[in-house]
């Protein structure tokens, strides 16, 4: 193989590859026309030519149904030659107005690694006499060589340049979408939140969202203000477990140059601030009982009093408050005001917690993956079922926030493109047990262990056995040589057994 042949491997632009490995066949075979074909939905199609009627085939659609040879080629994955005047395979019409047509025609399929075909190459001869093509069989299988390098190059160049543009549209995507976070779910529970949402965006009234820490409290907020008329003015978030008492006061409130020692200039509070727009009040359930009385006047005469002013100042902003406490419980205590809840709960939402919506979390490893990979400027990687399974399975005490932080730590910790079970950590892949994830493993309830000896019990031993061999690969990833170790069997015997039982991994994945 010469040095412009080895170059051409190197080539990740599709199109300039189909033009480099066509030409090359041509050259090496001594003809001036040729055509690579793929298979497309219900049709194969052209995607490159040369020759003298290069502009009239490429781009040319042929029917699945109709005989044709590249056709005959793809479905049956293996090379032919085809005489034009006597092969029925040939598709005369595509060169019906050719002034010069086809004679002999060479024709190979293209490979993916896998060994699928995906389409074919077609070297002709154009000449009445069929004598430019070299048909002899030691020649013919160095092509053949030639054309299974250059077909798994131009599918590598394929699929990375789809992995580029994909790359290209998700960092358009993200780009446009700003700081904007995306709400992701499906589940009738999730949907009915966001259908509330949507109703309650249209109207000026306060906002009261409850639900576990991790829910994703404040993107729904930050929705609301995006989908209301507010939507152009500002969107501020208080978080009031962050800071202390004194200092949440003056940071809602703002105050006046000399109010306290330290004060040496005017600031504005946060309600000012977001005057015609909306704030967002994070776990109100921690905010102190004094300072609930100056937002119950907020609420109630749309108007603050800075720290050391004697006149209040009006204001408009809507309020959307949050909390993952237990209110009701809060006002028995005497820990929270009833007035203010009654006026911050007139549009009440409660989101669901991630195990009780587990039919999104499929969705949110797939948008988790594809955030990190762009962040990271890495390809994204994929994840098994057992993986996934695993994942949905998991109870998720963090919710949302907990799944994206491990999605993170996958990303950096799973050495190989795909993450598969063993990748997944222990407290999170094992559901049958209690495990402590930063503690020890626990015991399986005894209901667990009746169930799992009548599981046993009604199966045969093959099916038995089958069971055992195939829980052994997947705990080692499905090395043969780890999992017969683990067996106790050398690995001859082991995957002797294997074929018997027909156990085949059958990779599948999100």
């Not at 051409?8 to 001594?30: C, H």
């Not at 993200?174 to 949507?198: M, W, Y």
């Not at 152009?232 to 306290?260: H, M, R, W």
């Not at 911050?344 to 009780?356: D, G, Q, R, Y």
């Amino acid at each position: 193989m010469n040095r412009s042949n080895l170059e051409l491997f190197k080539e990740l632009n599709p199109g300039a590859l189909q033009k480099k490995f066509l030409n090359s066949l041509l050259k090496i075979q001594n003809v001036q026309r040729g055509s690579i074909w793929i298979k497309k939905n219900d049709t194969y199609l052209c995607i490159e030519a040369a020759g003298a009627e290069a502009d009239h085939i490429k781009g040319v659609s042929l029917d699945v149904l109709h005989p044709s040879i590249v056709g005959w080629v793809i479905e049956n994955k293996k090379m032919t030659v085809a005489e034009t005047k006597s092969d029925r395979r040939h598709y005369r019409e595509v060169e019906d107005k050719f002034d010069v047509k086809s004679s002999l025609i060479l024709c190979f399929p293209l490979f993916f690694r896998d060994k699928k075909v995906y389409g074919a190459v077609q070297i002709i001869d154009t000449t009445p006499e069929k004598t430019s093509l070299n048909l002899d069989k030691g020649y013919l299988e160095q092509v053949q060589n030639l054309v299974d390098i250059c077909s798994i190059a131009l599918s590598n160049a394929i699929l990375y340049s789809n992995e580029r543009k994909k790359t290209r549209s998700l960092r358009t995507a993200l780009k446009e979408a700003g700081s904007q976070n995306v709400i992701i779910g499906q589940s009738p529970k999730f949907q009915k939140c966001i259908d509330l949402v949507k109703s309650y965006a249209d109207t000026e009234f306060h906002v009261l969202i409850t639900g576990d820490s991790g829910t994703g409290k404040e993107l729904i907020a930050e929705k609301i203000h995006k989908s209301s008329t507010r939507k152009d003015k500002p969107f501020l978030v208080q978080n009031c477990s962050a800071i202390p008492e004194t200092l949440l006061e003056s940071e809602l409130f703002g105050y006046k140059k000399g109010a306290f020692t330290g004060a040496t200039r005017d600031k504005m509070g946060l309600f000012e601030a977001a005057n015609g727009g909306t704030v967002f009040l994070d776990e109100i359930g921690d905010m102190p009982m004094s300072i609930q009385a100056s937002l119950l006047r907020v609420v109630q005469k749309n108007e603050i009093k800075p720290l050391g002013e004697t006149m209040a100042r009006n204001i408009d902003v809507r309020i959307v408050a949050a909390t993952n406490k237990n209110i009701k419980q809060m006002i028995a205590e005497n820990s929270f005001r009833q007035d203010l809840f009654y006026r911050l709960s007139v549009l009440p939402v409660h989101l669901p917690p991630l195990k009780e919506r587990r039919e999104d979390i499929p969705l949110l490893v797939k948008h988790f993956l594809e955030k990190e990979s762009l962040k990271a400027g890495t390809i994204e990687k994929k994840i098994s079922t057992d993986a996934m399974q695993s994942l949905v399975s998991y109870s998720w005490p963090g919710n949302i926030r907990e799944l994206e932080n491990l999605i993170r730590y996958l990303m950096v910790t799973a050495e190989d493109e795909y993450i598969e079970l063993l990748n997944i950590p222990l407290h999170v892949r094992d559901r049958n047990t209690n495990i402590d994830p930063f503690g020890e493993p626990g015991t399986a309830s005894e209901d667990d262990a009746d169930n799992f000896i009548i599981n046993l019990c009604s199966m045969t031993w093959p099916q038995l056995e089958k069971e055992y061999v195939i829980s052994l690969l997947k705990k080692n990833n499905w090395n043969i040589t780890w999992a017969a170790k683990a067996s106790g069997i050398n690995r001859s015997t082991f995957a002797s057994r294997m074929r018997k039982l027909e156990i085949k991994r059958e990779r599948q994945s999100y």
